[in-house]
């Protein structure tokens, strides 16, 4: 009698919606990818606040709009979840991809440092919730589907390996391997080893012990390598923190834990505050002139729009999610989703969603579909929770998984042709640019810009696609946007 095998109904409705066997992949693949997708960018529901929100607006450095008022850290820390937990599910199931959203940064620093300053904090959102109603009617009228693919391969290429070299600066800085050389007279060098040149704490320490644990498990091929180096640099953090008592950095100790504390903290539970939902409104056109608040909105949409552009460009090859084009099926849900992403930020007062370049972590352990997507959402929902419990994974534990998949990701390179120097410079620029500014937009600007006059300058200006030249002169604008602000006073 031959042997009868019975499918499991559910796992089948879960395979079929997500297409989880049709990519490669498995449940456990995906449950682990989101997972390590949730531990590598958690670290925003700590940063974000710090750059939004503060304790008091009597603190040095507070966060202050035009007239003295702060955003709370722990409304901002319950928000910032909020959201990013949503729109992460949500563009697992509408999208069916696992590119987790959140806060993105570089958004908000603009919002604190550049916005809020000038008017009130809910006027100061409401710019952001305007950019992306911007961004969601480009989607809807297909614009920026068509921008994504009127991006030549090789440009893709250049900003998959660009956002490589990104996020791997990312992981060396935030766990302290590289650090800003202290303004002193007898140097022009910007950055340094460590601590005046060397390994001189205990938590960059554990940075260094878990990127080799995990590029000897990711070398020989082990399951969850990512996950495992994680938590082996985590539970080692916790060791050196019993034993040397480190302490956190707290913005003064450059041998403290930068982020996240490897210590049990005294509650694990607590309600989270949301009531920063909603408090957004429309009143920077009445607070400052009209053309300040439209030359604000343009800044925030071009940093927005090309921000998701790259940086799904880069996740989608990394996971071979492309076409033979290297375009990414069904990107207009995704990018649809994304601009949701920037209007329930701004609705919220997280600041813009995004999608976010960690996403590659996840991606690198097997992370496939949406279902990954499910599984980090959850965890950042579960978060406004147990927010004290996930700080105890400290950056230092977490950012060899950015290091490392950043030199997963590198390899795309060899895609690039070097040998016509017509696309060379352009994709170097794309390259170099957005680790050395620490932006995905400003390399892409580079790279676009340097691509269309070099076409135009040797007679190849026919082969460039109209919808580039005319990013590229927004480019133009969006890199001159302080000296035309000057000009118009």
């Known amino acids: 009698m031959s042997e009868v095998t019975m499918e499991d109904p559910a796992r089948s409705r879960l395979d079929r919606f997500f297409r989880i066997s049709e990519r490669g992949s498995t449940p456990g693949r995906e449950i682990r990818g989101g997972l390590v997708t949730f531990v590598t960018m958690a670290y925003i529901i700590v940063l974000n606040p710090l750059i939004l929100g503060s304790f ?29 937990g949503v729109m992460t599910i949500l563009m697992g199931v509408v999208a069916n991809y696992p590119f987790a959203l959140a806060a993105g940064l570089g958004i908000n620093a603009l919002v604190a440092v550049n916005i809020a300053p000038l008017m009130t904090w809910p006027a100061a959102m409401g710019l952001v919730l305007v950019n992306g109603i911007v961004v969601l009617i480009l989607v809807l009228t297909g614009v920026r589907t068509m921008v994504f693919n009127a991006v030549p391969q090789q440009l893709k290429a250049g900003i998959a390996v660009g956002i490589g070299l990104f996020i791997s600066l990312i992981g ?62 985590t539970v080692l953090a916790v060791i050196v923190e019993a ?37 957004v409104s429309f009143g920077a056109w009445a607070q400052v002139p009209a053309l300040t608040a439209a030359l604000l909105v343009f800044t925030l949409v071009l940093t927005d729009f090309f921000d998701t552009i790259g940086t799904m460009t880069g996740l989608g090859r990394e996971a071979n999610l492309v ?6 099926p069904n990107v207009g849900k995704t990018l649809f989703v994304d601009s949701l992403g920037a209007v329930s930020g701004g609705a919220a007062s997280a600041s813009s ?15 496939r579909t949406g279902m990954a997507n499910v599984v980090t959402g959850l965890l950042f929902l579960a978060a406004m929770f147990f927010t004290p419990l996930y700080e105890v994974v400290p950056i230092e534990a977490a950012a060899p998984a950015l290091v490392i998949v950043g030199a997963l990701m590198i390899r795309q390179i060899t895609e690039i042709d070097f040998r016509d120097f017509s696309i060379a410079l352009p994709a170097f620029l794309t390259i170099v640019v957005m680790p050395f500014t620490y932006s995905i937009a400003n390399g892409i600007g ?44």
């Open 446 to 489: 580079a790279g676009f810009v340097s691509y269309v006059l070099i076409q135009a300058a040797t007679g190849k200006g026919r082969r460039v696609h109209p919808l580039m030249w005319i990013v590229a002169a927004a480019f133009v604008v969006y890199f001159a946007i302080g000296p035309i602000q000057d000009a118009l006073g």
């Open 243 to 279: 034993v040397a008592g480190v302490g956190p950095s707290a913005g003064e100790d450059p041998k403290g834990w930068n982020l996240g504390y490897p210590a049990l903290p005294d509650d694990l539970v607590g309600l989270p505050d949301l009531s920063l939902v909603g408090e």
């Open 353 to 367: 969603n995004t999608v976010f370049v960690e996403s590659a972590s996840g991606i690198a352990e097997g992370a």
């Open 323 to 328: 076409d033979e084009r290297g375009n990414l």
């Open 56 to 84: 008091s607006a009597d603190d040095p450095g507070a966060a202050t709009d035009a007239t003295g008022a702060i955003l709370p850290v722990p409304q901002v820390a319950a928000v910032t979840a909020l959201v990013a």
């Open 172 to 233: 060396l800085v935030d766990s302290g391997f590289v650090r800003r050389v202290p303004d002193v007279a007898d140097t022009t060098v910007p950055v340094q080893l460590g601590i005046d040149g060397s390994i001189a704490s205990w938590p960059t320490a554990v940075f260094v012990v878990g990127l080799i644990i995990m590029a000897v498990l990711v070398a020989k091929n082990v399951k969850g390598a990512i996950l495992i180096g994680v938590l082996a640099g």
